[in-house]
């Protein structure tokens, strides 16, 4: 091991990981050594140190382009978006590195099947959604598809059984999203196997860099490529590559948007689009105070009326030129499976730690502005988030079938 890990080990408390190390043999400590080689040791000094991923700013109300609005300028948006995707501008970025455990599926979100008559994927909506405008531009929209060390080659697997559902697979980009370590309630990393760290997939929020370290950026660049649309796996009735929102983006001289609805009621649990220090900004809804749920304007409207429905347009230089920042983690509280001491593996029944994550919604805040743009959530919000209950499968088909969708 070389010295400078094990200073690193020393300084953070994490010398309990030489247990497992000294009855390694040679090859195994070698994948131990680069593990701990890659780990950001920043993150350990953020657990530390709550206060300082936790400050906020000046928090204060932000406008949105209104879905009337949006319709009176909705043939020039939509050209001026359309120009932008026949110019090889514009690219789709899908956020699919998480599993559908909560769906009762062990493989990846994107391949539960959420028909009723007949089979009807989750991945297959959204390439169907993207094909809508691929039609209506004449011209493919490169579709770049971030999974995780958990669900790379089942994702991989079935799109390709499936024929990309009827999109062109020349046009089908892969990366995997990086992982980060778990800790325990004491903070202190937790191994999955004796030469094995527990690691998980380390939020959306650093899609960025891990699209540029699979060397994607560069080609996006090449392929002249001047935004991205990133989006989420589990919106079924999203618009993706929309270009409307693409155009009323542009056109607004905007750097980023943000497709956002009104709040089903106050305290719905969404993050909210607002101002905060005068920048575009995200606050989670468990952020919210009753007075700024229910604080209203002059026109008696609630001032936080807007949600994020997790659909981002970035203007690619802006991404480049925030890319060293870093972004607030988030600790999510989990049942993680590990061994101990004496390399009995475990797995827990409670949640025994944290995994660490950053968030998509965190990079808003680094951008100059970003235009919010509403959408009709009928027509274009139905997260498959749970099995059942409030933004599950069943809530999901009902609006699938709204909309026209056979199920």
């Known amino acids: 091991?070389?010295?400078?890990?094990m200073?690193?080990?020393?300084?953070?408390?994490?010398?309990?990981?030489?247990?497992?190390?000294?009855?390694?043999?040679?090859?195994?400590?070698?994948?131990?050594?680069?593990?701990?080689?890659?780990l950001d040791w920043h993150l350990?000094?953020?657990?530390?140190?709550?206060?300082?991923?936790?400050?906020?700013?000046?928090?204060?109300?932000?406008?949105?382009?209104?879905?009337?609005e949006i319709r009176e300028h909705a043939s020039e948006y939509t050209q001026e978006g359309l120009a932008a995707i026949r110019a090889g501008k514009v690219g789709a970025l899908l956020l699919a590195g998480g599993q559908g455990t909560r769906l009762g599926?062990?493989?990846?979100?994107?391949?539960?099947?959420?028909g009723e008559t007949h089979e009807l994927y989750i991945f297959e909506l959204l390439f169907k959604n993207t094909?809508?405008?691929?039609?209506?531009?004449?011209?493919?929209?490169?579709?770049?598809?971030?999974?995780?060390?958990?669900?790379?080659?089942?994702?991989?697997?079935?799109?390709?059984?499936?024929?990309?559902?009827?999109?062109?697979?020349?046009?089908?980009?892969?990366?995997?999203?990086?992982?980060?370590?778990?800790?325990?309630?004491?903070?202190?990393?937790?191994?999955?196997?004796?030469?094995?760290?527990?690691?998980?997939?380390?939020?959306?929020?650093?899609?960025?860099?891990?699209?540029?370290?699979?060397?994607?950026?560069?080609?996006?660049?090449?392929?002249?490529i001047e935004w991205l649309n990133a989006f989420a796996v589990d919106?079924?009735?999203?618009?993706?590559?929309?270009?409307?929102?693409?155009?009323?983006?542009?056109?607004?001289?905007c750097v980023s948007g943000a497709k956002v609805v009104r709040k089903a009621d106050p305290e719905e649990r969404v993050g909210a689009l607002c101002l905060e220090d005068g920048k575009p900004s995200i606050i989670e809804y468990y952020e919210m105070t009753h007075e700024m749920n229910y604080a209203k304007g002059e026109d008696g409207k609630y001032l936080y009326s807007y949600g994020v429905i997790l659909n981002y347009l970035f203007r690619l230089d802006r991404l480049e030129a925030i890319a060293d920042a870093y972004l607030p983690i988030?600790?999510?509280?989990?049942?993680?499976?590990?061994?101990?001491p004496d390399g009995i593996c475990h797995s827990p029944e409670t949640p025994n730690g944290y995994k660490i994550e950053t968030l998509i919604?965190?990079?808003?805040?680094?951008?100059?502005?970003?235009?919010?743009?509403?959408?009709?959530?009928?027509?274009e919000f139905a997260p498959v988030k749970n099995k059942e209950g409030i933004d599950s499968v069943e809530t999901a088909r009902e609006l699938l079938k709204k909309n026209g969708v056979e199920l």
């Open 235 to 253: 919106n079924v009735l999203q618009r993706i590559a929309d270009p409307c929102f693409i155009g009323a983006v542009i056109r607004n001289g």
């Open 105 to 114: 599926c062990q493989g990846p979100k994107g391949v539960y099947n959420i």
């Open 361 to 379: 919604l965190d990079m808003v805040h680094l951008m100059d502005n970003c235009l919010a743009y509403e959408v009709e959530r009928e027509r």
């Open 131 to 224: 094909l809508d405008v691929v039609r209506q531009a004449g011209d493919w929209i490169p579709f770049f598809i971030m999974t995780s060390d958990r669900n790379h080659n089942e994702t991989v697997l079935f799109l390709n059984e499936h024929h990309f559902f009827g999109y062109n697979p020349d046009y089908v980009f892969f990366f995997k999203q990086e992982m980060a370590p778990a800790v325990d309630f004491n903070h202190k990393l937790l191994m999955e196997k004796p030469d094995r760290l527990a690691l998980s997939p380390n939020g959306n929020g650093d899609w960025f860099s891990s699209f540029a370290h699979a060397g994607l950026l560069e080609r996006a660049k090449k392929m002249g």
């Open 7 to 38: 200073e690193m080990l020393e300084k953070y408390g994490q010398t309990h990981l030489l247990e497992y190390y000294n009855v390694l043999d040679d090859q195994a400590r070698k994948s131990m050594d680069y593990q701990l080689a890659k």
């Open 330 to 340: 988030h600790m999510v509280e989990k049942k993680i499976p590990y061994i101990d």
């Open 44 to 68: 350990l000094d953020l657990l530390e140190h709550p206060e300082e991923r936790q400050k906020r700013g000046e928090i204060a109300p932000i406008g949105a382009l209104s879905i009337e």
């Open 1 to 5: 091991m070389k010295e400078s890990t």
